[in-house]
């Protein structure tokens, strides 16, 4: 199944809300039986560049937050605020 998905990534132009100054921000897509998603993804490339497992491991992380996490368990693990939990929600 893997191998039916197609995975590229380019640097986003605007370095902005990075969880860190060593992070990069990224636009990544995903494209699979001819649907498409696009995302933004942040590494720390000295470690790794983005790449098609870890991309879709911090979907389904960010999946779950969405169906598990409560208002303050979501602050507790990610930090934030009400915004952030809401735009999680969201997205």
Do not use: R, W
Not at 31 to 60: I, R, W
């Amino acid at each position: 199944m893997l191998n039916k998905i197609k995975f590229s990534y380019k640097e986003a132009n605007e370095q902005v809300g990075l969880f860190t100054p060593s992070h990069t921000l990224f636009k990544c897509k995903i494209k699979v039986d001819g649907l498409q998603y696009t995302f933004n993804y942040q590494c720390n490339t000295a470690h790794e560049e983005p790449n098609l497992m870890s991309c879709l491991n911090c979907l389904l992380l960010d999946a779950s937050c969405y169906e598990n996490y409560s208002l303050e368990e979501f602050i507790t693990e990610f930090g934030g605020n009400i915004k952030s939990y809401k735009a999680c929600k969201k997205t």
